[in-house]
């Protein structure tokens, strides 16, 4: 399974890639166990870290627990002076 970027990308994923497969049946997604194992490994992110931290810790934990669990992913890049990192 292979997943778009950690982070804004894969909000974009959710709205658009895990839409309703029918307009009959808009409780069914077209990715179910994958948005539910994303769902999952955002909450055991949560739960551990709970509030206060940046941005880019909670982006670490999840990049650690896809890694993990054998998700495939590609993180979000950084574009700076015409390089990307």
């Known amino acids: 399974m ?3 970027n950690v ?3 894969l909000h974009r994923l959710n709205t658009e890639g ?3 497969i ?3 049946d808009p409780g069914e997604f077209l990715f179910k166990e994958e948005t539910y194992q994303i ?3 955002c909450m055991t992110v949560h739960q551990t870290l709970g509030h206060g931290f940046s941005e880019i810790v909670y982006k670490d934990a999840v990049e650690l627990e896809l890694t993990e ?3 495939e992913f590609e993180r979000n890049k ?3 002076r015409r390089l990307i990192y």
Do not use: C, M, V
């Open 7 to 9: 982070g804004h990308r």
């Open 18 to 20: 895990f839409a309703s």
């Open 69 to 71: 669990k054998k998700i």
């Open 2 to 4: 292979k997943l778009g």
């Open 78 to 80: 950084l574009e700076y």
């Open 39 to 41: 769902i999952g490994i």
């Open 22 to 24: 029918t307009q009959n």
